[in-house]
């Protein structure tokens, strides 16, 4: 994977640039840009979740970090063997991941956290270019069925072919793997929807396949 492929300075949805904009006046210290990726790019296991959370990545300008969203996915990664510390606070507190790699389908903070088609559509060529670099045999973990989604028209494959459902396993081209989660939102685990067993679960299978 390469870091070329990230626009720190993307502005082509009209919606979400004028919204950074809007964001950054009520928030001066927030990031309020696009959120690069965060791992090394050689990493065997890529994370895909949905969006910056507004007070959270695209506050911090780093993936899942400082939001509720983020605290079980990093204690999860650090059982699993993926992150230095079971906390990330701020894109400054030395944590970092161990051959694993979080993006996100839409690099933008959507208002409400509700990109639409035309900005999914819009950001798709960003994590196309990163699974075209991915290394054969890794490992993808796609966070909601929108990230799901977009790793599938990523690789240029029929949505029919492959639908979402929790820990649901997909072959892709190149010996990849996709395991689907649903993803680590306040809502999902307050209800129930997701456990942190069931969160667990996915990344104990994804270092079963990785060896």
């Known amino acids: 994977m390469s870091s070329v492929v990230f626009d720190a300075n ?97 690099k933008c903070l959507p208002p409400q956290n509700k990109p639409v088609g035309s900005e999914i559509k819009a950001c798709r060529d960003f994590l196309s270019a990163e699974l075209d670099g991915f290394g054969r045999g890794g490992v993808v973990v796609a966070l909601g069925s929108i990230a799901h989604r977009s790793v599938v028209a990523g690789v240029g494959l029929a949505q029919k072919d492959f639908r979402f459902a929790h820990a649901a396993e997909h072959d892709l081209p190149r010996d990849i793997t996709l395991i689907d989660s649903y993803h680590c939102s306040r809502y999902n685990t307050q209800t129930k929807r997701l456990t942190a067993e069931m969160f667990a679960k996915v990344f104990q299978r994804a270092r079963e396949i990785m060896g």
């Open 10 to 106: 993307c502005r082509r949805c009209d919606r979400l640039a004028c919204f950074l904009d809007e964001v950054k006046a009520q928030h001066p210290d927030y990031f309020c840009r696009p959120v690069p990726p965060f791992g090394a790019e050689d990493a065997r296991l890529l994370i895909v979740g949905l969006a910056p959370g507004m007070h959270g990545a695209n506050a911090t300008g780093r993936p899942f970090t400082g939001d509720f969203a983020g605290i079980l996915l990093y204690e999860t990664l650090y059982r699993y063997g993926f992150a230095s510390a079971p906390q990330s606070l701020s894109a400054t507190d030395g944590l970092h991941l161990l051959d694993c790699r979080i993006t996100n389908a839409v």
